[in-house]
């Protein structure tokens, strides 16, 4: 069965975006960028919300030729790797995606039951959906220095408690590593 991670850059407060819904905040160095990079090669297919989306393809397929190596590296990787969109408003996506436009949590369950590889899920209300179905394995929690004081919350009201272990720290210099597996 295919391992879910849900990774996602967050303020010390717990947001993943500010009141404006921004994120030039999270924007790492060349060692974290690196490190993503790398993850990321790793990963057999990637899950995007719609806001993620839209918002990685407005970039990452267009870098431009005097952008830094690592930036050109990572639009590579983005634009080929496998991408499952969900939304129910793109009428379609590009890139080496696919669109899923209802049932995500029945989607996901037959993705996950699909092979043996990694996925990841990006976007926070992609997550909170799967969240309660227990389809999420893992959490990579990527901490800023920065306290927001608002925004959009990294997790949402829960009924049930999700126990984690924590398996893994690493410091970067803008952001710590936090990972946790499902327990």
Same mark, same amino acid.
């Given at each position: ?53 839209? $918002?990685? @393809?407005?970039?990452? +397929? &267009?870098?431009?030729? %005097? ?9 590579? #990787? ?47 209300? $992609?997550? @909170?959906?799967?969240? +309660? &179905?227990?389809?999420? %394995? ?9 306290? #927001? ?35």
């Amino acid at each position: 069965m295919r391992k879910l991670i849900y990774g996602i850059g967050v303020s010390l407060d717990g947001y993943i975006n500010d009141r404006d819904g921004k994120i030039d905040w999270t924007d790492p160095d060349d060692e974290l960028h690196q490190f993503h990079n790398d993850r990321y090669r790793e990963l057999e297919i990637a899950l995007h919300g719609r806001r993620l989306y839209e $918002l990685m @393809a407005e970039y990452w +397929p &267009h870098v431009p030729a %005097d952008a830094p190596p690592i930036q050109r590296e990572f639009g590579e #990787l983005w634009t080929a790797k496998p991408k499952v969109v969900f939304s129910r408003t793109l009428p379609e996506v590009e890139w080496n995606s696919t669109l899923v436009t209802d049932n995500a949590v029945e989607r996901v369950r037959e993705l996950k039951a699909g092979g043996d590889g990694i996925m990841e899920v990006g976007g926070a209300s $992609l997550a @909170a959906a799967l969240m +309660p &179905h227990g389809l999420i %394995d893992e959490y990579q929690v990527y901490v800023s220095p920065m306290i #927001l004081g608002g925004g959009t919350p990294m997790f949402p009201p829960l009924d049930q408690r999700i126990p984690l272990r924590l398996v893994q720290t690493r410091h970067f210099a803008t952001a710590e590593l936090l990972r946790y597996v499902v327990a």
